[in-house]
């Protein structure tokens, strides 16, 4: 196999905040590691998404999930880049013809941080406070625990919702603890949620590298860093988005643990406006992950009466 050179370097290919920055670095460096192979055999590539120019809008009223990884992935299939690193609750869970995202780093911390600078928990923030977030999960999930609180739009990086903390725009917000982890951030005050109450976004936390499907080269190469077990979970999870037909339209939320040679998946979806809450779980042999996620959604959505979807 031809490895890659600081001639001929492998592209990778990633939307330019630092936390996505800092999660293309990490795959340069499991990859110069599995292959005892120098930095600058690796060029990471910056592109700008439709999701990273309009911040002004929610999510929702532009597109969705694919706003995100759409001219990344028209990069990788025209060879401008060779691989692609995403956030994987970012991921549609289809990929276009002649992709395939199947290679995954270590999990991080899956569970949401809340985020306030006065300190204190989401339990003991005050009836009537403003919270800040872009996420429609995050948002059903607040409203349904706690509708006495008011919900802003909140987009942008670490620094910009910290700003926007301190200028009074919100009293607090949620962001990820793996994306913290990873940034190193240790000087934002967090506290994470536990996942009994506020249950993450399905795939939160793990890393997806998205190649060529006809690339043998890249394929050898990502398999020496693939995380088995994370793949086990993610699985599970994407199966059941799927299964929902899940976009950043729809408040979902899932998570996937192994535990010995047993898969727990626990699910939730909601009302937009956070009047309802569905919640169940479901448990089984880990090679089963994918059957149970489909079974779980189904399982959810037999409960789920008429204009409970109120996005399609």
């Keep these: ?28 460096d499991r990859l110069a590691t599995a292959f005892h192979l120098p930095g600058e055999a690796f060029q990471i590539v910056t592109i700008k998404t439709t999701g990273d120019r309009v911040i002004d809008r929610p999510l929702k009223e532009i597109g969705g999930k694919g706003l995100f990884t759409r001219e990344i992935e028209e990069a990788l299939l025209s060879g401008e880049i060779d691989i692609a690193v995403h956030s994987m609750k970012d991921m549609p869970v289809a990929q276009p013809e002649g992709l395939t995202l199947d290679t ?75 994306g913290l982890n990873r940034l190193g951030d240790d000087d934002v005050p967090r506290l994470p949620i536990p996942e009994d109450e506020m249950l993450p976004a399905v795939a939160q936390g793990a890393i997806g590298i998205e190649r060529r499907v006809a690339d043998d080269r890249v394929t050898e190469m990502l398999a020496a860093i693939h995380d088995h077990d994370t793949g086990l979970r993610l699985a599970a999870e994407r199966a059941f988005l799927a299964r929902l037909d899940g976009s950043c339209e729809t408040p979902i939320a ?3 643990e192994l535990m010995g040679d047993t898969l727990r998946l626990r699910g939730e979806i909601l009302r937009t406006d956070g009047s309802e ?36």
């Design 1 to 28: 196999m031809d490895m890659p050179t600081p001639n001929t370097p492998l592209k990778i290919g990633t939307r330019g905040s630092p936390l996505a920055l800092a999660q293309a670095n990490e795959t340069r």
């Design 104 to 178: 995954y780093l270590p999990r991080e911390d899956p569970r949401d941080a809340f985020i306030s600078l006065d300190g204190g928990t989401l339990a003991e923030l005050p009836e009537g406070r403003v919270v800040g977030t872009s996420s429609l999960r995050r948002k059903a999930q607040l409203l349904n625990r706690r509708p006495d609180l008011t919900v802003v739009e909140f987009r942008g990086n670490v620094q910009t919702r910290l700003r926007k903390l301190a200028d009074g725009v919100a009293n607090a917000t949620f962001l990820a603890m793996a």
């Design 277 to 312: 809450c569905l919640a169940d779980e479901i448990e089984g042999p880990i090679a089963d992950g994918p059957e149970m996620g489909r079974q779980l959604a189904d399982a959810l959505l037999s409960r789920a009466g008429d204009g409970f979807f109120d996005w399609k």
């Design 254 to 256: 899932g998570l996937a």
